[in-house]
């Protein structure tokens, strides 16, 4: 670790925002710049001053507190499919409409951190075979070439207000237009500033309420004749409304629609048939824990994250030896966000505690909630089942912890 003005190297900049170009842009950019802690031994941390390490105490809970997200089985085939159906629609010559494709899944699952990396991928790309310039440029348009937009929606989404956040992300002034205007400038801002992919998360925040569900369809359909993949991510897509009633096919893992029979009941059906024919629908699982393949899978995972955790003890086999990957799975449920909500508490815990190993001794005291995602909206059905469990009482401390203490001012000078 290095120190610069005294300032430690690990602590976190401005925090990026995504849902603007600028944040994107960055975010792509310093997505992997961050140094994990040094892995030291027990002898080498002893040898320390206080002050140091302390430092290295907060270096390791940065560390811990940014894990990377590991590859599954799971998202390396969601990659694909989205990789694929935006590189089909970039580099067509084609003047129809682009197929689009739906990634389905609970909450938890990283489906986000998945396409985000998908597209950020595919925008290097697009860049560098571009020179990083417009190819399509306009006398007269404005120079930002966007390959790629993310927008979330908002909670209690409607269309206008989707349709603001996507001007957002470009930065274009919407100030008193009404839908069919705000959709006409998405539709301009998207072909002026190069968008291939325009990503639109948390789209089943978008409900179909009987005043409302003309205007979604509407909107969808617009953006379906833009030169642009869209690429939406939900919790629930096959059953929000957005495509009617599916059942998935477990020989394909594709989603099957039965036909319409009759279409006098709803304006919608005929659009909601040609969103199915249009989009490609892939769900993000969790993990399953039946098979030996799937196990091996768990077991897999497991290894990748003990790699990142930063303890002054050995971590391997730290949480694949013995029952703990089976314990670990009975605690998540396979769902990879509350794994790591589960093994941040537990490296904490070990951290404070000085026991430096995480045990199911340590990790029965704690509890994962829908507090520990906040991010999630639960009214949008977002937060996952966490499955239930009863914490072990706590054993009662010996004395304040001082792991994260600080010396103050005249124990800075012995940190190097």
């Known amino acids: 670790m290095s120190l610069e003005n005294n300032t430690p190297s690990f602590l976190p900049g401005p925090p990026v925002d995504?849902?603007?170009w600028e944040g994107w842009q960055r975010w792509c950019q310093t997505r992997k710049d961050f140094i994990p802690?040094?892995?030291l031994s027990a002898e080498e941390f002893d040898r320390k001053s206080r002050r140091q390490k302390r430092i290295h105490n907060l270096y390791r809970l940065a560390t811990h507190s940014s894990l990377p997200i590991e590859a599954t089985p799971m998202s390396e085939?969601?990659?694909?499919?989205?990789?694929?159906?935006v590189e089909e629609g970039a580099f067509s010559h084609k003047a129809g409409t682009r197929g689009g494709i739906m990634v389905n899944g609970d909450g938890a699952q990283g489906k986000t951190e998945t396409v985000c990396e998908a597209m950020?991928?595919?925008m290097e790309e697009w860049l560098n075979l571009h020179n990083y310039m417009n190819p399509d440029a306009m006398a007269g348009t404005r120079d930002l070439v966007a390959p790629?937009?993310?927008v979330r929606c908002p909670v209690k989404a409607t269309p206008i207000s989707?349709?603001?956040?996507?001007l957002d992300f470009y930065g274009e002034v919407y100030?008193?237009?009404?839908?069919?205007d705000l959709i006409r400038t998405v539709k301009t801002a998207i072909i002026e500033h190069a968008t291939k992919a325009l990503v639109i998360d948390d789209i089943t925040r978008l409900k179909l309420h009987r005043e409302a569900d003309q205007d979604v369809l509407d909107l969808i359909r617009e953006m379906m004749s833009m030169p642009v993949a869209l690429v939406l991510v939900g919790v629930g897509i096959p059953a929000s409304g957005l495509l009617r009633e599916g059942r998935r096919d477990p020989r394909t893992g594709e989603w099957i629609y039965p036909p319409i029979k009759d279409r006098s009941r709803s304006p919608n059906d005929h659009a909601a048939s040609q969103h199915e024919r249009r989009f490609q629908v892939v769900d993000m699982d969790p993990f399953r824990y039946s098979t030996a393949e799937e196990m091996e899978a768990w077991v897999t995972h497991l290894r990748g994250l003990e790699g990142h955790m930063r303890l002054l003890t050995d971590t391997k086999g730290m949480l694949t030896g013995g029952d703990m990957p089976e314990y670990l799975f009975h605690r998540t449920g396979g769902i990879v966000g509350i794994l790591e909500k589960l093994v941040q508490r537990g490296l904490r815990i070990a951290i404070e505690d000085g026991?430096?190993?995480l045990t199911k001794e340590l990790l029965g005291h704690i509890t994962v909630t829908p507090g520990d995602m906040p991010d999630l909206d639960a009214e949008a059905g977002e937060q996952p089942n966490i499955p239930p469990h009863n914490p072990a009482p706590k054993k009662k401390p010996r004395g304040r912890n001082t792991v994260f203490d600080d010396d103050g001012p005249q124990a800075a000078g012995s940190a190097g």
Do not use: N
């Not at 085939?77 to 159906?85: D, E, G, I, S, Y």
């Not at 989707?162 to 996507?166: D, G, K, L, N, V």
């Not at 100030?175 to 069919?180: A, I, P, T, V």
């Open 148 to 150: 790629v937009a993310y």
């Open 120 to 122: 950020a991928v595919f």
């Open 18 to 20: 995504r849902t603007t």
């Open 355 to 357: 026991s430096e190993r």
């Open 162 to 166: 989707t349709c603001q956040r996507i």
């Open 77 to 85: 085939r969601v990659a694909h499919a989205v990789l694929a159906r």
């Open 175 to 180: 100030k008193g237009m009404r839908l069919e």
């Open 37 to 39: 802690a040094p892995v």
